[in-house]
Nanobody
Framework: QLQLVESGGGLVQPGGSLRLSCTASGSILSINAMGWYRQAPGKQRELVARITSSGSTNYTDSVKGRFTISRDNAKNMVSLQMNSLKPEDTAVYFC???????????????WGQGTQVTVSS
């Protein structure tokens, strides 16, 4: 059974920082891309940042220069360092990973349960 568990959300004032982490567990042979998405109330889920297994990254324009995605392949972990947070960053943040389980030839797009990030004074 594949599982992604996020941590690190919370309430922060504008201009503050938070670090989100996500660890994948289960019968995992390989993980390709890992990423963070977010969904604000009344809005569609959107990609925030994504990182490939080789370390290539891409970010949505609104977070460039403020957020940094990184991963630890040995720990099946992806992190998102969020600096200079703004109220418009308020959302539920979801971890995503493309996982190849042991004994499978099919990749699975797996999601975490989400963690709330609230930026407010």
């Amino acid at each position: 059974q594949l599982q992604l568990v996020e941590s690190g959300g919370g309430l922060v004032q504008p201009g503050g920082s938070l670090r989100l982490s996500c660890t994948a567990s289960g019968s995992i042979l390989s993980i390709n891309a890992m990423g963070w998405y977010r969904q604000a109330p009344g809005k569609q889920r959107e990609l925030v940042a994504r990182i490939t297994s080789s370390g290539s990254t891409n970010y949505t324009d609104s977070v460039k220069g403020r957020f940094t995605i990184s991963r630890d392949n040995a720990k099946n972990m992806v992190s998102l360092q969020m600096n200079s947070l703004k109220p418009e960053d308020t959302a539920v943040y979801f971890c995503n990973a493309d996982i190849l389980p042991f004994g499978s030839v099919r990749w699975f797009g797996s999601w975490g349960q989400g963690t709330q990030v609230t930026v407010s004074s």
